[in-house]
Nanobody
């Protein structure tokens, strides 16, 4: 397993942008698929985006396609989520996830999770 620490959350107005970062510990980061999930108050956790260990495969939820982009920098052991054109319904705690299998990340069954970072989008 890897240890994950998210950062970059905050308060932003609708239409604005934020970039979340997830720093991973361990020398095997480059072998892990990574992903982002979010959970709004009173709702279940939902998939946002995932990226394979090589970066060659990515997946984004329909609700964020065209607005959010996941990327990774293996040299920095970090995965990013660039969020543009934010909407109030994007308000949630965003969690970083990691697993050796891309399919496990997408399914929400990752072996490693971060503590989350709050994103609040105001009107």
């Amino acid at each position: 397993q890897v240890q994950l620490v998210e950062s970059g959350g905050g308060l932003v107005q609708a239409g604005g942008s934020l970039r979340l970062s997830c720093a991973a510990s361990g020398r095997t980061f480059s072998t892990y698929a990574m992903g982002w999930f979010r959970q709004a108050p009173g709702k279940e956790r939902e998939f946002v985006a995932a990226i394979s260990w090589s970066g060659g495969s990515v997946s984004h939820a329909d609700s964020v396609k065209g607005r959010f982009t996941i990327s990774r920098d293996s040299g920095k052991n970090t995965v990013y989520l660039q969020m543009n054109s934010l909407k109030p319904e994007d308000t949630a705690v965003y969690y970083c996830a990691a697993d050796l299998k891309f399919s496990m990340v997408v399914a929400g069954s990752s072996g490693s999770w971060g503590q989350g970072t709050q994103v609040t989008v105001s009107l």
